[in-house]
């Protein structure tokens, strides 16, 4: 090659050529990608405050100094146990390995009740008896039960963490589609004890319910708990929720109430609409009601707006309840409530089918 096609890097003046239209090129790629970079930035949102915790595409974002498990202080370390009302059964294993995940230092151990069945009642008076440290429970304490706790040396605090509604069912059979209150109370009450006098057949109404002591819903106001005398010499008691679906599902008369969670989804029953008057029902689900011979493929959904602003007049309460003035347990369910009120807490209280209250 002659000198005058050579540069003084010693290389052709092609070559020179072909380098500077590579650098060219790499500078405005760079520049895109840079400009690419400035308007994507404000779009993309990161926040490192967000991170999947309860299942796949979920998130929890954090926007305060007490919105995940690990921002709560003071969480006393040890193994705590816990048990109570069936309608926590949907919180109880989401929540347990998610606290346990973040909080390793907080060991929840559920205790099933060494005589009867699971159920607010028996939870606080195991939590009385000191077999508990925390009471998981759909309904307050009584007065009687804040009795007791004083004669024992400390008092019981309850603790507000989620909301779930109160269903009424019936034998699908049955040609009735709603009740008031009233009227549910005075079935209880054993007032009302044939259906023909509530718009039904000549039919005679069989209530069941829990025995009083482990009810997991009040139905009468106050927020007492109900004795025996309350209740219609009618009543027929079940000890679960699984029974009581059984025998109104072959009861034409029967009729039971109990927290949505565990009545709604199935399929062998009928979920009524509940008014505080005759002229206006709200249902507990998402209209249209599922017809039998479509469950379980399809599913009744809770109507979780009609329940959060009172439009559906049945609800229940879950409570926290725990001990007061006894250092470690008062220190367990001070945190306990702490974390089920955290954001992420709520989030879990949300995905297992319940209602937050924040």
Not at 23 to 42: D, F, K, M, Q, S
Not at 252 to 263: D, F, K, S
Request: charged residues 20%.
């Amino acid at each position: 090659m002659s000198d005058e096609n050579r540069t003084g890097t010693g290389l052709s003046k092609d070559a020179v050529q072909i380098i500077r239209g590579l650098i060219v090129g790499e500078l405005i790629t760079i520049a895109i990608i840079g400009g690419l970079w400035l308007w994507l930035r404000p779009r993309l949102q990161i926040d490192k405050g967000r991170f999947s915790v309860f299942g796949q595409g979920t998130t929890t974002t954090s926007t305060s100094s007490n919105s995940t498990f690990e921002t709560v202080s003071n969480v006393p370390a040890g193994i705590f146990k816990h048990g109570g009302s069936t309608a926590w059964a949907p919180i109880r294993p989401l929540l347990t390995s998610s606290i346990q995940l973040f909080r390793p230092e907080l060991q929840l151990r559920y205790v099933d009740p060494p005589n009867g069945s699971p159920g607010s009642g028996t939870g606080i008076r195991m939590l009385l008896d000191g077999e508990l440290d925390l009471a998981e429970s759909s309904r307050p304490f009584t007065a009687v039960e804040q009795t007791i706790a004083q004669q024992r040396g400390f008092s019981l605090k309850e603790r507000l963490v989620a909301i779930d509604g109160v269903v009424v069912v019936v034998n699908p059979t049955l040609p009735v589609s709603g009740l008031t209150v009233a009227q549910l109370q005075q079935i209880y009450q054993g007032k009302i004890t044939n259906w023909k006098y509530l718009g039904g057949p000549d039919l005679a109404i069989i209530p069941f319910s829990q025995p009083p002591e482990s009810a997991d819903t009040v139905l009468f106001s106050g927020q007492q708990l109900l004795d025996n005398q309350t209740l219609g010499s009618n009543v027929q008691y079940v000890n679960s929720t699984t029974e009581a679906v059984r025998r109104v599902s072959k009861t034409p008369g029967g009729v039971y109430y109990a927290p949505a969670r565990g009545l709604l989804p199935q399929c062998t029953i009928k979920p009524l609409a509940i008014g505080t008057n005759s002229k206006q029902f709200t249902s507990p689900y998402r209209e249209p009601l599922i017809p039998p011979n479509q469950c379980p493929h399809k599913r009744n959904k809770l109507h979780r707006e009609a329940i959060k602003n009172g439009s559906y007049p049945l609800s229940v309460k879950l409570y926290v309840i725990s001990k007061e003035n006894k250092g470690q347990q008062q220190r367990i369910g001070e945190a306990y409530t702490k974390l089920l009120l955290t954001e992420q807490g709520q989030k879990a209280i949300e995905e297992a089918g319940l209602i937050s209250v924040r």
